[in-house]
């Protein structure tokens, strides 16, 4: 699988624990209320609103959550002001990584970042430097005992899906940022609950990190997911599967 998919592995881990400690419903409820403040609490005529109710949904968020978090991006209830910011970096091996950020104080967020690129061995990197190596892409994974692969492409390929492929147990669909909602809908009419459904920087090239280099940059990206103000990390690395074994069960 992908260097995405293989950190997206490593995520699904965590989320059971993200969950447990609410860091993962407070994620999805800044990403709601931002995507309701931006273009209004209608779903259907909001996309981003409805791709990231859609993955609150998937992620078992309870509706009272969702819809509090409607209402206080539309300004019905009081609420933070948010801030969407993100940062770029390089981590061992030349490895290109974006941070998504939400924040309210826009000065410790910059300072977490940096700090903990420095403290893991890695290094800032001018806004543009970065992100040109990546593209937004529709991702959904779905358990294999849900559906398998083939069920799963004979579903989503007519919804625009541009990929398919399996690993780790699960099934995970990549479309085309224009084709979300087309594929999240064929998925939902087909009677096949996701795992998650998200808008996600996804590398255009990747990275081979081996070794000492791919612990430093699972142990950075590591540290960047769990700051309170990220909302995603995405980077190119590509780890051989042996070594990623061996490896995630130490950063999970």
């Known amino acids: 699988?992908?260097?995405?998919?293989?950190?997206?592995?490593?995520?699904?881990?965590?989320?059971?624990?993200?969950?447990?400690?609410?860091?993962?419903?407070?994620?999805?409820?800044?990403?709601?209320?931002?995507?309701?403040?931006?273009?209004?609490?209608?779903?259907?005529?909001?996309?981003?609103?409805?791709?990231?109710?859609?993955?609150?949904?998937?992620?078992?968020?309870?509706?009272?959550?969702i819809e509090r978090a409607i209402r206080r991006g539309t300004g019905e209830i009081e609420?933070?002001?948010?801030?969407?910011?993100?940062?770029?970096?390089?981590?061992?091996?030349?490895?290109?990584?974006?941070?998504?950020?939400?924040?309210?104080?826009?000065?410790?967020?910059?300072?977490?970042?940096?700090h903990t690129f420095s403290k893991y061995g890695g290094k800032m990197a001018d806004p543009g430097s970065v992100s040109y190596l990546f593209e937004t892409k529709g991702i959904f994974t779905i358990d294999e005992n849900v559906a398998d692969e083939d069920r799963v492409m004979e579903v989503v390929i007519d919804a625009g899906a541009e990929d398919v492929e399996s690993g780790d147990g699960v099934v995970e669909v990549t479309c085309p940022r224009e084709?979300?909602?087309?594929?999240?809908?064929?998925?939902?009419?087909?009677?096949?609950?996701?795992?998650?459904?998200?808008?996600?920087?996804?590398p255009s090239t990747t990275v081979l990190v081996t070794g000492e280099d791919a612990r430093s940059v699972l142990r950075l990206i590591n540290h960047l997911d769990d700051l309170d103000d990220t909302q995603q990390v995405s980077a190119n690395f590509d780890i051989p599967e042996e070594e990623m074994a061996a490896l995630q069960d130490d950063l999970t």
């Open 1 to 65: 699988m992908s260097g995405h998919s293989k950190w997206s592995t490593i995520k699904r881990k965590k989320g059971a624990a993200d969950a447990k400690r609410g860091k993962l419903f407070t994620r999805l409820g800044k990403e709601i209320t931002i995507a309701a403040r931006d273009g209004g609490g209608d779903i259907e005529s909001n996309p981003r609103l409805r791709a990231a109710v859609d993955n609150a949904r998937a992620q078992n968020m309870p509706k009272d959550n």
């Open 79 to 114: 609420g933070a002001r948010y801030e969407e910011i993100t940062y770029e970096g390089y981590g061992h091996g030349g490895v290109a990584i974006l941070v998504s950020t939400v924040t309210d104080n826009t000065n410790r967020t910059a300072a977490e970042i940096r």
């Open 179 to 202: 084709a979300f909602h087309a594929v999240a809908r064929a998925l939902s009419d087909a009677g096949i609950a996701t795992l998650s459904a998200e808008l996600t920087p996804v």
